[in-house]
């Protein structure tokens, strides 16, 4: 066995390896086979799995050869060529020696399959069986006592030996046992014509079947090679034949009907998702490159990317398996409503692919928006309410000269618009859309070194108490002025930083900055600091306040927390728990742009708030609009209910301080209080 780099590979029946599709598709399907050796190579032939049969065969457990590449055939050389031929054809069988681990060595008949992920090598899959031994060039004597040998022993295969003239002298009784083909006797003298008739093509076949059934097989039985013939019944049968002394030769018949349902199935999975049935991302990927002969995709064709709206709420709420079985009604949506020719695919979580070749790519836009309004249903989850999910859908148009990598990256880039344009939408591809994108990664990548350029700073807005003018609070809002761009608005940046990583540690960052600035304010006012959803769920925004808090030395009923109503379409269990926690420690929740998200009363009573701020957009058309008005009043009314405060935002004008008066608001937030400033003048009284 040759030494190579241990593989960061773990295999056996209680150790699955999520993380790749082999050993996915081992596990389940091999793993428990003991009468074969069936393993898993890595693209470079080292042992990615080894079931038990492999273990019985060669003697060696599967933790001395995981990782290493195991060298069989006459010369260390001999496993690189299977590989290669293997790797060029998709499929390649060769008998080799293979050592055991007390030393010896067997020989084997090996079947290796290529496992592709699209253009690239993904590995092989190898199914192993003991080869009785090749007859030796010798005396007939000996000849006839290793025929005898292997026809009167108990054999797993059926055996047939045929003498010069390729007729029938011997035959064993696995045979019969294989083949309903009468009795001993009677098949004596037989032509080799005649007996795969009778064996192999089904009941009322001829002298003449069996004769065209054994042309395709004469060639490479002749050179050694195993022939796998699909029986009538459905079984799989490879035959195999060794010369004789004398001209007479011995034809084996094995049953290899489960080792080859196992390959196919091997097969399958590589190009198809475990969980829903549906193509995965090589299988599309395959079509793709199908499709374009001449390195282009078929003017005309479509690609439809979707991502599911509101899944990862379902899987916090529910657990993995209610996930799994959303998942499973989605695909099987997509089956009904993709038309032929087209594919559906998962490329992995909650996203999905439909290929549309030729002119079916027609049907793109009709169909994205059948989709839109197939995916929104209700799904049934076994002792659940019915769960609703919508889905962000990009479409990408082959014009004609496109390659399949562009096609991928368009319908990425008309998703990603999608998802940016709300729930339940979809976008086609326009050269701006790239642009845009473009545009984004370089502020994205400016962004991310934005905090150790000393780019950024904390500004704060004033919240005011309505009955006597004070400043009771002030909102810490992050600013960022760039070296060439200058002043980035908000609105460009803070939702960069919401769709990747970065808003954790920028929210962090403001957190630590607020809480040491407003220690060193001469009043008392709160100092109010944006949560993102993406902080809450996993503990450590409770650790982090508690740090920050300990540092800078406030009080912790002067520090605010506000969450959107986001954060309520996503809660989850953990993210209650972090906010029950965080309010016992004594900081105030606030709920901001509340009457904007698609939360419901029952959520909002189910988080532990000690505020509610209404969004600005309301405020700013009260005075003209009685419907706005009405708003909020009813938010006032609701805050008084429950026993909370109610801060107004937005107020730019003496008519609307006004009105949020009157309808009983306790503070109020907007320009006509002040803007926000990165030095705040504490205690500033409200003008009225």
């Known amino acids: 066995m040759q030494s190579g780099a241990p593989a960061a590979i773990a295999a056996g029946p209680d150790e699955p390896v999520a993380a790749s599709p082999l050993h996915a598709a081992y596990s389940r399907l091999v793993w428990d086979t003991t009468d074969h050796a069936l393993c898993l190579l ?27 590449a195991f060298a069989y ?35 084997a008949r090996t079947v290796i399959l290529a496992i592709r992920d699209g253009d690239a090598p993904a590995g092989f899959a190898q199914v192993i069986r003991e080869a009785p031994p090749p007859s030796e060039e010798g005396g007939e004597i000996r000849a006839v006592a290793l025929i005898l040998d292997l026809a009167l022993s108990t054999m797993s295969q059926g055996l047939c030996l045929f003498d010069a003239d390729r007729r029938v002298r011997l035959i064993n009784q696995r045979f019969f046992a294989m083949f309903a083909v009468g009795d001993g006797d009677a098949l004596v003298g037989t032509s080799i014509e005649a007996l795969w008739a009778l064996a192999l093509c089904g009941p009322g076949a001829g002298l003449r079947d069996g004769a065209a059934l054994l042309a395709g097989h004469a060639a490479p039985l002749e050179r050694g090679e195993a022939v796998v013939v699909a029986l009538p019944d459905g079984r799989a049968v490879a035959l195999s034949r060794r010369g004789v002394p004398g001209g007479a030769f011995v034809v084996t018949f094995e049953d290899v009907t489960r080792q080859r349902e196992a390959e196919q199935e091997i097969a399958r999975l590589a190009h198809h998702d475990a969980l829903t ?151 086609p591809f326009t050269p701006a859309l790239e642009t845009e994108r473009s545009e984004e990664r370089r502020l994205e990548h400016d962004l991310r070194r934005a905090v150790e350029a000393g780019e950024l700073h904390v500004a704060y807005q004033p919240l005011v108490d309505l009955s006597h003018g004070a400043v009771n609070a002030r909102e810490a809002l992050l600013r960022w002025t760039h070296p060439e761009r200058g002043a980035v608005a908000p609105r460009r940046f803070i939702p960069l930083a919401e769709k990747s990583d970065l808003i954790r540690a920028l929210g962090l960052w403001v957190l630590e900055r607020a809480c040491r600035d407003a220690a060193a304010w001469p009043d008392a006012a709160r100092v109010c600091v ?48 972090d906010l029950q926690l965080l309010h016992a420690m004594g900081v105030r929740i606030s709920l901001d742009d509340f009457g904007i998200g698609f ?66 608001f306790t503070e109020a937030q907007g320009f006509l209080f002040g803007r926000a400033v990165a030095n705040p003048v504490p205690a500033a009284r409200a003008g009225t």
């Open 42 to 68: 890595d693209p470079e032939g080292r042992v990615a799995a080894w079931n038990p049969g492999a273990e019985r065969l060669t003697g060696y457990p599967a933790s001395e050869v995981l990782g290493r």
């Open 73 to 107: 055939d006459d010369s260390p050389a001999g496993s690189d060529g299977a590989l290669t031929a293997a790797r060029e054809a998709g499929r390649y069988e060769t008998d080799g020696w293979w050592p055991r681990r007390d030393g010896g060595r067997f020989r």
């Open 277 to 427: 049935g549906l193509a995965n991302r090589a299988m599309l990927w395959r079509r793709l490159g199908e499709s374009a002969a001449d390195g282009t995709v078929p003017a005309g064709s479509a690609l439809l990317f979707l991502d599911l709206d509101g899944f990862k709420a379902v899987n916090d709420d529910l657990g993995h398996r209610a996930g799994d079985a959303l998942l499973r009604q989605v695909a099987e949506r997509l089956r009904r409503a993709v038309p032929e020719p087209g594919l559906a695919a998962r490329f992995g979580g909650d996203e999905f692919a439909v290929l549309l070749p030729g002119r079916a790519g027609e049907l793109a836009v009709s169909l994205a928006e059948g989709l839109l309004i197939a995916l929104a249903r209700p799904y049934g989850i076994e002792g659940q309410r019915p769960r609703t999910v919508t889905a962000s859908i990009g479409i990408a148009f082959a014009p004609g000269g496109t390659t399949p990598d562009a096609m991928l990256r368009e319908a990425d880039c008309a998703l990603y618009a999608a998802k940016g344009a709300g729930k339940a939408a979809w976008r």
């Open 530 to 577: 944006n949560v993102s959803v993406r902080q809450l769920g996993d503990g450590s925004l409770p650790r982090a306040v508690g740090e920050a808090l300990a540092r800078s030395g406030l009080n912790p009923w002067r520090l605010e927390l506000e969450i959107t109503e986001t954060v309520l379409s996503h809660g989850g269990t953990g993210i209650v728990d």
């Open 599 to 664: 939360s419901s009363l029952a959520r909002v009573r189910a988080f532990p708030f000690d505020r509610i701020k209404i969004d600005g957009s309301f405020v700013r058309d009260a005075v003209e609009r009685p419907d706005c008005r009405a708003i909020v009043g009813l938010v006032a009314e609701l805050g008084r209910r429950l026993g909370i405060e109610t801060v107004a935002e937005g107020v730019e004008t003496p008519a609307q301080l006004a009105v949020v008066r009157e309808e009983g």
